[in-house]
């Protein structure tokens, strides 16, 4: 592979001593060992191409996929477990780890060690994946742990973004108005982003699960009330948000949405890191919470409709000339949305294996290097709903990322006991 990082990638990257990583942790009750995990994460690394690629720039500071036939083994430190949350804090660690691009691997392994229980802690740069793709890897890593003799398959990678984009997208009237939107956008940003970046603060998380008794109640009134719990987990957390934030609420949700159900080449086992977004709001955030539930859920199904992803690839293409301001802007704007939150259903991964057990799934985390870092992501396993939100104190003081997050649950405990909607 030799190929430019997209635009989506690259914003994630940041810059070489700054990548940007998602953490993943797996809660496993019986026996494993290092030999075992050094087996399947090589299994890993023969499977998926950008696993065995380090990063380069060219002399305008353009970052490059390099495939390197001589990458280490992707690395596992083991640690001495001391207790349950021991991995909230090894996350926060990694949270500020910086992978060395420019030699690899793009992945690490963190392996919490006791005589009975295990956490096991998947690293990546969020440049070379998205959900989807750190769920594949678990997947296929507890796989292999579990069976060594399991045989994945590789699959070869794209070689430029061109070859999702049809050739009857190309045409010189589209090229030339996306040449002037992208100098347009040189000048606005550069308005944007005079001045010294903002100081950065400290990143935390704060997590919970929902019972399996409230999730299965909540999955039951949505089924009820016409609505999907992606819109509920949306409008609880923006009314929380009002609830604590007062005027400094917008009532706007950004939702980043699974590029694979547009672009069917990239398959669903495949590391893939961008990921198109829908914007949504509610207009009165003290409306009835299922009415608004339903008019989300609506509006993020006509948002995804509306999307036509091959063309906002190949409108991408012509903004990397700004990509560093746009990481800038970033950096420096709150924004007007009050969470990034990502869903990540049902978790495809097996509970019980031969040789242990999967206790448990902790949703992904990700310390973003933006202003408005307020990042919350939801996965649902063995019937229990995991809820991870990360922010940083520059931006959200914990103590009130708190309140928001206990008020959350409050909203998603009481109102899924209602009578049946009359429609």
């Known amino acids: 592979m030799n190929r430019k990082l997209i635009l989506g990638e690259r914003i994630m990257y940041v810059d070489k001593a700054a990548t940007v990583n ?9 026996a494993i060992t290092l030999e075992g995990l050094i087996h399947a994460l090589g299994k890993l690394q023969q499977k998926h191409p950008l696993l065995g690629v380090v990063i380069r720039e060219d002399e305008n500071g353009r970052p490059y996929f390099v495939s390197d036939t001589k990458i280490p083994p992707i690395p596992v430190q083991m640690i001495e477990r001391r207790d349950d949350d021991h991995w909230q804090q090894v996350s926060a660690t990694e949270w500020e780890y910086t992978f060395n691009v420019r030699k690899g691997p793009l992945a690490r392994v963190i392996w919490l060690r006791s005589d009975d229980v295990s956490e096991l802690l998947l690293v990546l740069p969020h440049c070379i994946c998205d959900g989807t793709s750190i769920l594949t890897l678990m997947r296929e890593l507890l796989q292999v742990l579990d069976k060594p003799e399991t045989v994945l398959i590789p699959y070869p990678s794209f070689e430029s973004i061109h070859d999702f984009i049809p050739a009857s997208l190309s045409s010189w009237k589209l090229q030339l108005k996306l040449w002037l939107l992208s100098k347009m956008a040189v000048a606005v940003l550069a308005l944007k982003t005079r001045g010294q970046l903002p100081a950065r603060g400290k990143h935390y998380m704060v997590r919970w699960k929902l019972d399996r008794v409230s999730t299965t109640a909540l999955i039951n009134a949505c089924k009820i009330e016409n609505t999907s719990p992606h819109a509920v987990f949306s409008i609880a957390f923006m009314e929380a948000h009002r609830h ?28 893939f890191a961008f990921a198109p977004i829908a914007e949504l709001s509610i207009s009165k955030i003290d409306g009835d919470f299922w009415v608004n539930a339903r008019q989300l859920k609506t509006d993020l199904i006509n948002a995804i409709e509306r999307m036509d992803v091959r063309k906002l690839l190949l409108t991408s293409e012509h903004f990397h000339t700004v990509a560093t301001r746009m990481v800038n802007f970033l950096k420096k704007n709150d924004g007007t949305h009050d969470v990034t939150l990502s869903n990540m259903g049902k978790l495809d991964i097996p509970e019980r294996y031969d040789t242990f057990e999967l206790e448990t799934l902790y949703s992904p985390s990700a310390a973003f290097p933006w202003r408005n870092a307020n990042t919350l992501v939801i996965s649902t396993f063995r019937g229990q709903t995991d809820f991870s939100f990360i922010s940083c104190e520059i931006f959200l003081e914990e103590a009130k990322a708190r309140t928001i997050m206990q008020k959350m649950q409050e909203l998603l405990t009481i109102n899924p006991v209602h009578e049946p909607a009359h429609q």
Do not use: N
């Open 22 to 30: 998602c953490i993943f942790t797996a809660k496993i009750r019986g």
């Open 244 to 271: 604590v934030m007062g005027d400094a609420s917008h009532g706007k949700v950004i939702c980043p949405v699974d590029i694979r159900r547009f672009i069917p080449e990239i398959k669903q086992d495949h590391l």
